[in-house]
């Protein structure tokens, strides 16, 4: 299983940005994908899931602002942030849950002016 995350960057506050995880070796339509972000010093939490059946979860913090979907004829997941913030900045890593939990590698999002 790969999952090939991109899209970080530098934004200013109140900008937006994109992620994407192209993953290989699993189909996105039947995991449970996810993405989570992660700080120096902090435990990495989950930012936003959607599950197989299509269901989404996402953390308080980043409700309204967030939004995880899928293209499954590009086995992809996409993470669209808007209205980002300075504390949004973080390491952001695709996650792909099927039987075992697989993740990729992060993509820097630095929010700052």
């Known amino acids: 299983v790969q999952l090939q995350a991109s899209g970080g960057g530098l934004v200013q506050p109140g900008g937006s940005l994109r992620l994407s995880c192209a993953a290989s070796?699993?189909?996105?339509?039947?995991?449970?994908m996810g993405w989570y972000r992660q700080v120096p010093g902090k435990q990495r939490e989950l930012v936003a899931r959607?599950?197989?059946?299509?269901?989404?979860t996402y953390a308080d913090s980043v409700k309204g602002r967030f939004t995880i979907s899928r293209d499954n004829a590009k086995n992809t997941v996409y993470l669209q942030m808007n209205s980002l913030k300075p504390e949004d900045t973080a390491v952001y890593y695709c996650?792909?849950?099927?039987?075992?939990?697989?993740w990729g590698q992060g993509t820097l999002v630095t929010v700052s002016s």
């Open positions: 996650n792909a849950f099927y039987s075992i939990s697989h």
């Open positions: 070796g699993i189909i996105v339509s039947v995991s449970h």
């Open positions: 959607i599950a197989g059946g299509g269901t989404t």
